[in-house]
């Protein structure tokens, strides 16, 4: 059986998903609340923020999902959420009137304690560690 046939919901893979439930819930929810109280202040950054709870949703369930499907899943979300934070997080910084209010990944993820930044990376070093050829 490959180590994606397996759960990948083991020792340190269980704090890595657990982290992304907990950032998925908190995206989601803070994106809601600005979407659903002050959408016209910053449209951009609340979309970009509702994104972003979407992807941490996708990658949480992918992570806990088996086999191979879901092990790509979990691949495209994890590099796609390290490209929005890179592109976000450089794009706040170069001209912050693109952003008039924080998303997320603005300042790679600074509002969340650079979680955001982070998380990526040790989400693709963990998968690559469960990688299919991988032996257990």
């Keep these: 059986m490959s180590n994606t046939a397996s759960s990948r919901a ?3 893979g269980r704090v890595l998903i657990a982290v992304y ?3 998925a819930l908190a995206a989601t929810a803070r994106s ?3 979407i ?3 959408f016209d202040v ?4 609340y979309l970009l923020s509702a994104l972003a709870g979407v992807v941490y949703i996708v990658a949480t369930i992918a992570l806990i999902g088996r086999g191979s499907t879901w092990y790509r899943v979990a691949w495209v979300t994890i590099v796609f959420e390290l490209a929005g934070v890179l592109a976000v997080g450089t ?3 170069v001209d912050g009137v693109l952003f008039p209010a ?3 990944w603005s300042f790679y993820g600074r509002g969340y304690v650079f979680i955001p930044l982070v ?4 989400g693709m070093l963990w998968l690559y560690r469960r990688r299919p050829s991988a032996v257990a």
């Design 10 to 12: 083991v020792g340190v």
């Design 21 to 23: 439930a907990i950032l």
């Design 32 to 34: 809601v609340y600005q």
């Design 36 to 38: 659903a109280t002050k």
């Design 42 to 45: 910053a449209p951009v950054a």
């Design 91 to 93: 794009l706040s910084l």
């Design 102 to 104: 924080d998303t997320v």
């Design 119 to 122: 998380l990526p990376i040790l």
